[in-house]
């Protein structure tokens, strides 16, 4: 069985880091892009960043860019997100996804597999 599974989520203060981890199990996940989504109350899940499988290649919303970063490591299979420079419009519900195929997309039904999400708040 195929989990995603997200931790690191938490209460910080404005301007405060985090960094969320991701461990897919069940299989590997080298050839997947992996993709960080977000939802905060009342709204939709929006695409906050994604890297390929290789790691080469990265792509981030306008509103992280540059504050956020995202990395992984194949031979543990895992994949982070540095989030830095927090403000409060970041609090969300965060999650992990893994979508097939090469490239990415910002498009939440083109991932294959979803964690349950980590929260984090962020206070002002």
């Known amino acids: 069985q195929v989990q995603l599974v997200e931790s690191g989520g938490g209460l910080v203060q404005t301007g405060g880091s985090l960094r969320l981890s991701c461990a897919p199990s069940?299989?590997?996940?080298?050839?997947?892009?992996m993709g960080w989504f977000r939802q905060a109350p009342g709204k939709e899940r929006e695409f906050v960043a994604a890297?390929?499988?290789?790691?080469?290649?990265?792509y981030y919303a306008d509103s992280v860019r540059g504050r956020f970063t995202i990395v992984r490591d194949n031979a543990k299979n895992t994949v982070s997100l540095q989030m830095n420079s927090l403000k409060p419009e970041d609090t969300a519900v965060y999650y992990c996804?893994?979508?097939?195929?090469?490239?990415?997309?910002?498009?939440?039904?083109?991932?294959?597999?979803w964690g349950q999400g980590t929260r984090v708040t962020v206070s002002s």
């Open positions: 069940g299989r590997t996940f080298s050839s997947y892009t």
């Open positions: 890297i390929t499988g290789s790691g080469s290649s990265t």
């Open positions: 996804a893994a979508k097939s195929g090469s490239g990415y997309d910002i498009r939440t039904y083109t991932y294959d597999y």
